[in-house]
Nanobody, 123 residues
Framework: QVQLVESGGGLVHPGGSLRLSCTAS????????MGWFRQAPGKQRELVAS???????NYADSVKGRFTISRDGAKNAVYLQMNSLKPEDTAVYYC?????????????????WGQGTQVTVSS
């Protein structure tokens, strides 16, 4: 019933920036926790950042100080500002949302998933 659509991925040089966006749409729903996961080739999907409806945030150690997650409740949207990008940030980034829980969830727990957007950091 809820669809998530990501945008903003692309190719950037090391040290560059990207801003990912994700918007939820559907019929009569409410979004609580939202987050971003990423998956690189041959790797497990991992948490990048999460945010609750009260804007309590959590970040992976590898992105602290470089990435910032934010949300717009009125638009049912979540954003990920990525600065100082590194080649190891290259991955498919997935937007996640949950309709009844308002705390950090595991990769198998979110109710809704986007299709993903490719981020490539290369010279």
């Amino acid at each position: 019933q809820v669809q998530l659509v990501e945008s903003g991925g692309g190719l950037v040089h090391p040290g560059g920036s990207l801003r990912l966006s994700c918007t939820a749409s559907g019929n009569s729903f409410y979004i609580y926790a939202m987050g971003w996961f990423r998956q690189a080739p041959g790797k497990q999907r991992e948490l990048v950042a999460s945010i609750t409806s009260g804007e309590r945030t959590n970040y992976a150690d590898s992105v602290k100080g470089r990435f910032t997650i934010s949300r717009d409740g009125a638009k049912n949207a979540v954003y990920l500002q990525m600065n100082s990008l590194k080649p190891e940030d290259t991955a498919v980034y997935y937007c996640n949302a949950d309709g009844n829980r308002d705390y950090e969830l595991g990769v198998d727990e979110y109710d809704y998933w986007g299709q993903g957007t490719q981020v490539t950091v290369s010279s």
